[in-house]
């Protein structure tokens, strides 16, 4: 009963997902917003790659996307102290401010 | 149901919802708003895992995803007390550029993936390697090496994170017993 979807339709949904993120990370000037704009990407590319896994029916691709969650994990760990200390030394998030820095 | 099966069904509104939600992640104002849209998003994102037999991953994604990441998020955007006033906005020339720039993207896309080959996926119970024993079973074999590689960058983003948050109160208690 349950039929096949054509592998071209997760690669065209992951595009989609991951271009939202671009636009997103283009767009807003809240870092948070950017962060989580980051996470749409790495979730583009996730699903892309359990779909190949399930597509070539092999284990590997999905322990990457285990690793992957790991990394991200990480990286908003880290980013996001980051950014409380530049919230609590501009009082504000805007990265347009941190342009500051090349002065 | 018009000659579309049931997961062409589900698929067709999960990937529906999934850009929705994606969509008002990066056009709501209020930050707190846009972090559950984001939420959503990845409920479907883990449905769509659930349809391809990836049942191990769908729970971890949902758990360390919408359970641990976006609460972090949520909590910081709190901690700010951020809100739609507070929001500072790009110039409209930059936000129409950005929209351009990816529907130009977006197109490109499109086309070089278009080639690419009308194949079947393999589902419907005929896959077992997403349940946990088989992953288990790979996981420890042959990516044994980057299993461990993963706890010690877990460990330093730890440590890491707990130092670039404390320096700075350091130094601020300094300079208050100095004044």
Redesign the interface.
């Given at each position: 009963?349950?039929?096949?979807?054509?592998?071209?339709?997760?690669?065209?949904?992951s595009?989609?997902?991951?271009?939202?993120?671009?636009?997103?990370v283009?767009?807003?000037?809240?870092a948070?917003?950017i962060?989580?704009?980051i996470?749409?990407m790495l979730?583009a590319v996730?699903?892309l790659l359990?779909?190949f896994?399930?597509?070539h029916?092999?284990?590997?691709g999905?322990?990457f996307?285990?690793?992957i969650?790991?990394?991200?994990?990480?990286?908003?760990?880290?980013g996001?102290?980051?950014?409380?200390?530049v919230?609590?030394?501009f009082k504000?998030?805007?990265i347009?401010l941190l342009s500051r820095l090349k002065n | 149901m018009l000659g579309y099966t049931i997961t062409q069904w589900l698929f067709g509104i999960l990937s529906f919802l999934a850009i929705m939600f994606a969509l008002m992640v990066v056009f709501t104002r209020n930050p707190v708003n846009s972090v559950l849209y984001l939420v959503l998003t990845f409920f479907c994102i883990a449905g769509h895992y659930l349809l391809l037999n990836a049942q191990f991953l769908a729970v971890v994604h949902i758990v360390v995803y919408a359970g641990a990441i976006m609460v972090l998020f949520l909590f910081i955007i709190m901690l700010m007390n951020l809100n739609a006033d507070t929001e500072p906005r790009k110039h409209i020339g930059t936000r129409f550029i950005a929209g351009m720039v990816g529907g130009i993207l977006l197109f490109v896309m499109v086309g070089a993936l278009r080639g690419a080959e009308q194949l079947q996926l393999v589902q419907g119970g005929a896959s077992q390697i997403g349940l946990v024993k088989n992953l288990g079973k790979v996981l420890f074999s042959e990516f044994l090496f980057p299993f461990e590689i993963a706890s010690i960058l877990l460990l330093a983003a730890l440590v890491g994170a707990i130092m670039i948050g404390k320096r700075d109160t350091n130094i601020n208690s300094k300079e208050n017993t100095n004044s």
């Open positions: 009963m349950l039929n096949g979807i054509p592998i071209n339709f997760y690669i065209m949904l595009a989609v997902l991951f271009i939202i993120g671009v636009v997103g283009m767009a807003r000037r809240n948070i917003i962060f989580m704009c996470e749409l979730n996730n699903l359990v779909a896994s399930t597509l029916n092999d284990a590997s999905q322990v996307v285990f690793f969650m790991a990394v991200a994990a990480a990286e908003v760990a880290v996001l102290a980051i950014l409380s200390m919230y609590r030394n504000s998030i805007d347009d | -």
